[in-house]
Nanobody, 124 residues
Framework: QVQLVESGGGLVQAGGSLRLSCAASGRTFSINTMGWFRQAPGKEREFVAAISWSGGRTVGADSVRGRFTISRDNSKNTVYLQMNSLKPEDTAVYFC?????????????????WGQGTQVTVSS
């Protein structure tokens, strides 16, 4: 099994920045792609960004492209989401996910492991 623990969420004003981290433990050798999703109250979970094992390929949702950057440090089994120019509509619980397949997926059902989520609140 793989355990994922997110950190770095909080309250920030519009235009501000936050950096989320997700640390993996357990059978980390089985992990390939890692991603971030978010879920706002009353809405479905939506894709934010994903990164391949090597970091050579990243994919981001249109809504965050140019503002959010995903990266990873395999020596620390950690993936990051740098969020800049935050907007109130970015308010959500952010979830880290890991996939064993090696494909860079953008849909939640393709991911095998999930963290518990961290709250990000952006005030106007």
């Amino acid at each position: 099994q793989v355990q994922l623990v997110e950190s770095g969420g909080g309250l920030v004003q519009a235009g501000g920045s936050l950096r989320l981290s997700c640390a993996a433990s357990g059978r980390t050798f089985s992990i390939n792609t890692m991603g971030w999703f978010r879920q706002a109250p009353g809405k479905e979970r939506e894709f934010v960004a994903a990164i391949s094992w090597s970091g050579g390929r990243t994919v981001g949702a249109d809504s965050v492209r140019g503002r959010f950057t995903i990266s990873r440090d395999n020596s620390k089994n950690t993936v990051y989401l740098q969020m800049n120019s935050l907007k109130p509509e970015d308010t959500a619980v952010y979830f880290c996910a890991a996939d064993r397949s090696g494909m860079v997926h953008t849909t939640a059902p393709e991911y095998d492991y999930w963290g518990q989520g961290t709250q990000v609140t952006v005030s106007s």
